[in-house]
T-cell receptor, first 114, second 109 residues
Framework: GAGVSQSPSNKVTEKGKDVELRCDPISGHTALYWYRQSLGQGLEFLIYFQGNSAPDKSGLPSDRFSAERTGGSVSTLTIQRTQQEDSAVYLC????????????FGSGTQLSVL | RKEVEQDPGPFNVPEGATVAFNCTYSNSASQSFFWYRQDCRKEPKLLMSVYSSGNEDGRFTAQLNRASQYISLLIRDSKLSDSATYLCVGTGTASKLTFGTGTRLQVTL
C-alpha cells in the first residue's frame, strides 16, 4: 500500500514488559513523527526524525522510551518496563519533510498495559 | 506558553449554522499551517492547508493572520458529518510540525 503502515494494530502487555512498535512511512518521506494519544486527549509529540539530522527527542516522557529509524525508512518505538500510564494509541506520521508538506498518519497502535 | 493553542470546546451547533475556530501560535517564524480533522478513535487526516492569502474549499474557509499570529477555520452550513475534532498545526524550528490539542465540534439536529 501507499500509506503509512503501523504494526501491531493492537498490543496488550503486562506491566514491566518491553514493547516494540513499528512504523513504515511512505516511501521517499524524509520526516517521521511519533505521537501518543490517550482517550479523549490531544496528540502528545514524542519524537521527530528529519533526514540524517539528529532526532528531536524532546517529547519522550522518560528514559524508558526510545526510538530509532533505520536507513531513513522504518522506525521502531521501544518502551521498556511498561507502566499502566503508557496505555494509549501510538501514532506515526510521515511527510516529505519540506515546508508546506502535509503529514500522513498511520492508523496507530493501541497499547494496553495490564 | 504552548506553541499552538486552541479552545478545546466543545462547540455545539445546530445543522446549517456557521461556526468558526481560532488557533494561536507563538513562533513568529512559523511558515506553514494546516487544519486536520480527527474522528473518534481514528487517525487525523488533512482537511486543508492555510495559505497567506486564505484558502477556501467548499463550505470550509481557512485564513492566516500573521500580525496577530492566529489561523482560523470557518465552516458554513454545518452538517452532522462535520462533527469531529479539528486540529490546527504549525511549523516550528527545523520544519517540525506542532499540533494544537484540538477543538471538538458537535453538530446537532
Amino acid at each position: 500500500g501507499a500509506g503509512v503502515s503501523q504494526s501491531p494494530s493492537n498490543k496488550v502487555t503486562e506491566k514491566g514488559k518491553d514493547v516494540e512498535l513499528r512504523c513504515d512511512p511512505i516511501s521517499g518521506h524524509t520526516a517521521l513523527y511519533w505521537y501518543r494519544q490517550s482517550l479523549g486527549q490531544g496528540l502528545e509529540f514524542l519524537i521527530y526524525f528529519q533526514g540524517n539530522s539528529a532526532p528531536d527527542k524532546s517529547g519522550l516522557p522518560s528514559d524508558r522510551f526510545s526510538a530509532e529509524r533505520t536507513g531513513g525508512s522504518v522506525s521502531t518505538l521501544t518502551i521498556q518496563r511498561t507502566q499502566q500510564e503508557d496505555s494509549a494509541v501510538y501514532l506515526c506520521a510521515s511527510s516529505r519533510g519540506r515546508t508546506n508538506e502535509k503529514l500522513f498518519f498511520g492508523s496507530g497502535t493501541q497499547l494496553s498495559v495490564l | 506558553r504552548k506553541e499552538v493553542e486552541q479552545d478545546p470546546g466543545p462547540f455545539n451547533v445546530p445543522e446549517g449554522a456557521t461556526v468558526a475556530f481560532n488557533c494561536t501560535y507563538s513562533n513568529s517564524a512559523s511558515q506553514s499551517f494546516f487544519w486536520y480533522r480527527q474522528d473518534c478513535r481514528k487517525e487525523p487526516k488533512l482537511l486543508m492547508s492555510v495559505y497567506s492569502s486564505g484558502n477556501e474549499d467548499g463550505r470550509f474557509t481557512a485564513q492566516l493572520n500573521r500580525a496577530s499570529q492566529y489561523i482560523s477555520l470557518l465552516i458554513r452550513d454545518s452538517k452532522l458529518s462535520d462533527s469531529a475534532t479539528y486540529l490546527c498545526v504549525g511549523t516550528g524550528t527545523a520544519s517540525k510540525l506542532t499540533f494544537g490539542t484540538g477543538t471538538r465540534l458537535q453538530v446537532t439536529l
